[in-house]
């Protein structure tokens, strides 16, 4: 039987890479972010781990998306709402996606709805809760901040 495990990266550890978090946009970006409740997106940058039996039988990098309809639920460990498809970047041997500059379309195959991702050039560079550009939820045209993370 082949079981898979999603493991988040910690990027303390890897600082090249890009998490940002997209905040409902309601708030100016010049504002501290103390919003209680409504929706987020993670975009992430992950290791993940294939299983045969009890060993490990593959590693490799992934990119997803992860939704929340409430925030204060996405703080310690809760399963996201609805997880994007994987993606990888096969221009780079199957490696992460690059979020910043190049727009990312992330599909959600539980909802249908896709995220187009609009993040600023050397994003990845910011200090953690930095504005680092907008992703947009087709097919509503819902728009979100997207703040880095650390």
């Known amino acids: 039987m082949k079981l898979s495990t999603l493991f988040s990266i910690p990027l303390a550890f890897v600082p090249s890479l890009v998490s940002a978090a997209a905040i409902d946009n309601t708030a100016p970006r010049n504002e501290t972010i103390v919003k209680r409740g409504g929706e987020v997106n993670y975009l992430l940058n992950c290791y993940r781990n294939k299983y045969l039996d009890d060993s490990v039988s593959e590693q490799y990098t992934a990119s997803y998306a992860a939704w929340y309809s409430n925030i204060d639920n996405s703080h310690n460990g809760e ?72």
């Open 79 to 150: 399963r996201p709402d609805a997880l994007s498809s994987e993606y990888r970047n096969w221009d780079a041997n199957g490696d992460y996606l690059q979020w910043e500059e190049k727009q990312q379309n992330i599909y959600y195959p539980g909802s249908g709805f896709t995220l187009q991702t609009h993040l600023e050039r050397i994003a990845k560079y910011y200090p953690p809760w930095t504005y680092s550009g907008t992703v947009q939820r087709v097919p509503d045209g819902k728009t979100f901040n997207c703040y880095k993370l650390e």
